[in-house]
């Protein structure tokens, strides 16, 4: 019985037995100005003891449940404000720390994709792009430049593969590869870029996609023509 429906009934209760009593107490009270019978006065005074000893009685033990019930719930534990912070610290450790393991990832692919076509010292800044991508859009993208041999279909499907891996939109991945190799993808708008992401072709990065719920690469790139 929830507690919602035992108030209902205690209300129902009460106000029957008020109803009741008000009647009996009325009837009472006439025939003691009106009959001369006494006998009859003094059961209807008895009856009217009883209701008011049975009305109390209900009265009584809903107020012990009533007190019952509140001590229940306040012996629940709450969540306290420490143990919602914790809770929130925890979550942010483990997303920290998988969005570090999916950029270490992503590192060692774009070391062994891009080497051949970059200079070390921007397959560094082209790592450190990444990060600063993943911090906020805000940030500024220090631009790089290929040896030429990539076409932009290439860089297109580089944008996919690293940008499923933080689950980035396409708009995102699109404005990325753009703002990181502006001279190779001078051509192309940001939405056409979008739109054409995962485009087939003639290719030396092809596109790497993760089995679900995983993040690794299976793939990284044809041999170097």
């Known amino acids: 019985m929830t507690s919602k429906f035992r108030d209902n009934s205690f209300l129902i209760a009460i106000s029957s037995l008020m109803t009741l009593m008000f009647v009996a107490i009325s009837a009472t009270l006439f025939f003691a100005f009106y009959s001369s019978d006494v ?47 914790e809770i929130r610290k925890r979550y942010r450790e483990k997303t920290d720390e998988l969005n570090e393991k999916r950029l270490n990832v992503v590192s060692d692919y774009v070391q062994l994709v891009m080497s051949p076509y970059l200079k070390e010292s921007d397959v560094n800044m082209l790592i450190n792009n990444i990060n600063l991508w993943l911090e ?52 192309l708008e940001v939405e056409t870029i979008r739109r054409n992401l995962r485009q087939n072709g003639n290719c030396i990065i092809e596109l790497d996609i993760p089995e679900k719920g995983f993040f690794e690469f299976s793939i990284s790139s044809r041999p170097t023509q």
């Open 136 to 187: 906020s859009e805000d940030n500024i993208l220090i631009p790089v430049t290929t040896d030429g041999r990539l076409t932009t279909l290439d860089l297109r499907h580089l944008a996919w593969n690293i940008g499923e891996r933080f689950n980035w939109k396409g708009i995102k991945r699109a404005l990325f590869i753009k703002l990181v190799f502006p001279i190779e993808m001078r051509e």
């Open 39 to 85: 006998v009859i006065v003094a059961r209807m005074m008895i009856l009217d003891v009883l209701l008011l000893i049975t009305l109390f009685g209900i009265y009584h033990y809903n107020s012990q449940n009533i007190s019952g019930s509140v001590m229940e719930e306040e012996n629940i534990p709450a969540i306290t404000s420490l143990s919602y912070h």
